[in-house]
């Protein structure tokens, strides 16, 4: 199984990145796929999620400045930043679950916002 996460960069607060992950080794379609984000010197936190079943949800902090999508077709799965903030500075992971006891991780990749 892997998820390569790309699309993190350096941004100026108030501009946007897209992150993209690709996924191979998964039944993508049944998977929710999620993108986690940490912090320097914070623990890990929930981004956004976007379900089997076509569902997206999205932690209080990134409504209405985050948009989470996928392709099954493509295996891929986004996250469209805007309005980005510096306290949006992290590295950003994928996700892949389909059970608490089955989910897999990306790499990261690294989204600094400079304000």
């Known amino acids: 199984v892997q998820l390569q996460a790309s699309g993190g960069g350096l941004a100026q607060a108030g501009g946007s990145l897209r992150l993209s992950c690709a996924a191979s080794?998964?039944?993508?379609?049944?998977?929710?796929m999620g993108w986690y984000r940490q912090a320097p010197g914070k623990q890990r936190e929930l981004v956004a999620t976007?379900?089997?079943?076509?569902?997206?949800n999205y932690v209080d902090s990134v409504k209405g400045r985050f948009t989470v999508s996928r392709d099954n077709a493509k295996k891929t799965v986004y996250l469209q930043m805007n309005s980005l903030k510096p306290e949006d500075t992290a590295v950003y992971y994928c996700?892949?679950?389909?059970?608490?006891?089955?989910?897999?991780w990306g790499k990261g990749t690294l989204v600094t916002v400079s304000s």
């Open positions: 976007f379900t089997s079943s076509g569902k997206p």
């Open positions: 080794g998964i039944v993508f379609s049944i998977y929710g």
């Open positions: 996700n892949a679950e389909i059970s608490p006891r089955v989910k897999y």
